[in-house]
Every structure is written in structure tokens, then in C-alpha cells.
């Protein structure tokens, strides 16, 4: 499948006039140049026998090392040939540099992950890995090489899970991250498909009660007259967003700027799905916007200093704790029996526009959810936004005046 060799890269020299010192591999005669972190002068090496001179134990480290890199190959070339598939330049690359398995610890993998969403600003992805990784340290030992985690030990976080009383649901929601985990170790090569410690592990679920505000509620919180001047205003208009803006997620909500705003349509795109949302800003949705005036954010909850945090996460978790905090002691005056959050105002959203004989390929589409007819959802997609702000605008006047 390919060749390697010591070799001296004479392409780059370095300003104290050294070379760095590279494994060449020759795959479909084209040729990749693996870094070794050394860097020596042309007349140090031995081009003839692929050495350094007079540096016997570099030699032996060097040697090693190319066994490990021949080793791989080898692997690859076998696990490819079997399944008639080729790899590029590219992947050889990235797949040799890669850390052996036996190295890499099962929690420093995860953290990669959590790393890499967080650089994507996939603030969300990254929010549930970091949960679901610290619920797993609770419970068991994961600073182990990744082979060595099996089904076995999925079995015993099961039955830790059951007994400190954490819900199917909630269990499903750390097994599924874990799986993610295990599935991204295998695409990267780091360890085999026979590894696969869900192979025979079903994560389970069960149904959820939905968490709603019923039309009288919704229309006893938008007509509170709370005074502009109460500690809860600035908390209650965020509460009218979350549900005027067609359910958005708080995160979304929270990182929007002023640049979202294009005349008359606010546009962003959600974090979790990368979907693009453009919805139109009426008379009311205008007036709420018009109470805030955020420098950095939108909301003004989120500095540029934040936003430039590693901290990120946890700083987006803080603030939806204070939010809901507020938006309750709003739903306890009002007399409100469901706890109000900021995931209440999307499924009560969604809750409305059935009550009031929308669609459900119609309610997906404006949530940004493929359901029921995928063809259908194509098709509100590329004609009907008007539609969509036309059943918005509707909702929201239905909500003000229901009584």
C-alpha cells in the first residue's frame, strides 16, 4: 500500500541552517511527509542508510517509531483492502500522526470532542458531552485507554445511574453522547469496528409529557402588567421572545446580535442545526426588541469578553438558570400552575398553533423540525416563509387578546 523511510526535508531549510528531519511515505507515488520535531544540518544525516549520524540512541527512538508508523500502515492496508475502499494523501496523514489508542484515554478522547464543538461554537453539542462526561465520572474510571472500555462496563453505569435515580430519559441522554463518542473513535481509526461496546446495548426511552402554557395562561403572562421599572421586566420581555420568535432556543436567543436584524426580518442560524431561520419582526416583536440594546449581544446578556471564553458554556448555563429563576417567580404571581421556563415557551408555541388548527408540517417547518412529510417541509421552505409569518403574526394577536 505504501513505503517509509527516514529522510531529511531539504524542500524547507530553517534560518540556523538545519533541515527538518521527516518519514517519508510514498503511497500511489505521491508523497506524504510525516514531522518528527527534529531538525538537523545536511551533513548529520546519512542519506544512503536513512540515519542520523553518531546519534545511536535517536536512532533506536527513530526506529521505533517507524516500526509503529509501518505497523499502522499495514493495519490500514488490511482493513481497506477488505472492504474495496482507498484512502487519500490526506487520511494517511492525519490517521499516522494520530496518537495510538493504547495512548489515549477514553476521557482525554471526550474532551477532544468537547473541545472541537466549542471551537465550532456548537455551544449546545458541546454542553451536553461536558454533562454527560462529568455524569460518567461519577460512576466509573474512564481515564482508560479506549479499547479497554467494553459493553461490560456500560452495563455497570446502567445500574449506577438506576441506583443515585436518574430517569430513562435522563440515561439516554449521557448513552447517547457516549455512543457518539465510541462511533468518533472508530471513524477516526482509533480503534476497530469489532470494538464497538453498543453493538449489543440498546439505549432506551420513554415517552415525555410535554411541559406546556395553555392559551389562557400564555395570555394571562403577555398581559401582565408588570411596571418597566420591576427587576422582573427586562426577564419577562425575554419570556415574549422566546415564544414570539417562534420558540427560538435560549442559546440562539441569547447570541444574537444586532447584525441579525436585516431590515425586517430578524435572521440567524440555529447552533444545533445550523438551520437558517427568517422571521419577519412585527409591531410587537419590534416593540420588545426596542426595550433592549446589547452591545455585544442583542439581549446585552453576553459581553465580548464572554463570548471569547472557554468558559462559554458555563456562562450561557448561568445566565438560563437566572432567567428561569425570574420567569418563575413571574409564573407564581400570575397564578400560573405550570413552572414557566425558557423550555416551556417553545413547546407551548408549537402547543398553540395546533390548538388553533395549523398543520403539523406547518408548525415543524416554523420550529425548523422535519415532520410528518419531508416533501411538504421542502416545499414551505423554498415558497412559503409569507405563510409561516402569517401564522406567527396570527398566534401571537390570538394570544394577546384570548382571554
Not at 15 to 23: A, E, H, I, N
Request: aromatic share 12%; net charge positive.
Amino acid at each position: 500500500m505504501a513505503t517509509i523511510k527516514l529522510n531529511l526535508d531539504l524542500r524547507r531549510q530553517k534560518k540556523d541552517g538545519t533541515y527538518p528531519l521527516v518519514f517519508l511515505v510514498v503511497y500511489n507515488s505521491k508523497p506524504i511527509h510525516i514531522k518528527t520535531g527534529i531538525s538537523i544540518t545536511e551533513n548529520e544525516f546519512d542519506f544512503k542508510n536513512a540515519l542520523v549520524k553518531n546519534k545511536p540512541q535517536l536512532n533506536k527512538a527513530l526506529y521505533e517509531q517507524e516500526r509503529l508508523y509501518r505497523d499502522k500502515l499495514h493495519r490500514l492496508s488490511l482493513n481497506y483492502s477488505s472492504r474495496s475502499l482507498a484512502l487519500n494523501s490526506a487520511q494517511i496523514k492525519i490517521f499516522l500522526e494520530q496518537q495510538e489508542s493504547s495512548a489515549v484515554t477514553l476521557a482525554e478522547y471526550w474532551e477532544k470532542i468537547i473541545e472541537h464543538l466549542l471551537k465550532c461554537k456548537r455551544y449546545g453539542g458541546a454542553k451536553v458531552h461536558r454533562t454527560s462526561l462529568n455524569a460518567m465520572k461519577k460512576h466509573l474510571d474512564i481515564n482508560i485507554p479506549i479499547p479497554d472500555f467494553s459493553y461490560s462496563m456500560v452495563v455497570k453505569l446502567e445500574e449506577a445511574f438506576f441506583r443515585t435515580g436518574i430517569s430513562v430519559n435522563g440515561m439516554g441522554v449521557y448513552f447517547r453522547s457516549l455512543r457518539f463518542v465510541c462511533n468518533s473513535a472508530i471513524k477516526e481509526n482509533i480503534v476497530d469496528t469489532s470494538w464497538y461496546p453498543f453493538k449489543n446495548y440498546r439505549i432506551r426511552k420513554t415517552p415525555t409529557v410535554p411541559r406546556v402554557l395553555n392559551l389562557k395562561d400564555l395570555s394571562c403572562y403577555f398581559n401582565y402588567p408588570i411596571e418597566a421599572t420591576h427587576p422582573d421586566f427586562y426577564y419577562w420581555n425575554i419570556g415574549k421572545l422566546l415564544f414570539m420568535l417562534r420558540g427560538i432556543n435560549i442559546t440562539d436567543l441569547l447570541l444574537l446580535t444586532k447584525d441579525n436584524i436585516k431590515g425586517e426580518y430578524l435572521i440567524y442560524k440555529r447552533r444545533k442545526t445550523n438551520k437558517i431561520y427568517s422571521i419577519k419582526i412585527n409591531e410587537a416583536i419590534g416593540a420588545c426588541l426596542d426595550y433592549f440594546n446589547g452591545n455585544n449581544t442583542l439581549l446585552g446578556l453576553i459581553n465580548l469578553e464572554e463570548l471569547n471564553s472557554p468558559k462559554i458554556i458555563e456562562i450561557l448555563t448561568q445566565k438560563r438558570k437566572t432567567i428561569n429563576h425570574h420567569l418563575k417567580k413571574i409564573g407564581v404571581k400570575l397564578g400560573i400552575h405550570e413552572p414557566i421556563t425558557t423550555y416551556v415557551f417553545r413547546y407551548s408555541y408549537a402547543n398553540t398553533a395546533k390548538q388553533l388548527g395549523y398543520s403539523k408540517d406547518l408548525i415543524a417547518e416554523a420550529l425548523g423540525h422535519e415532520y410528518g412529510n419531508p416533501v411538504t417541509g421542502i416545499y414551505l421552505e423554498q415558497f412559503d416563509q409569507d405563510l409561516i409569518n402569517s401564522m406567527n403574526n396570527y398566534i401571537i394577536k390570538h394570544t394577546f387578546e384570548s382571554k
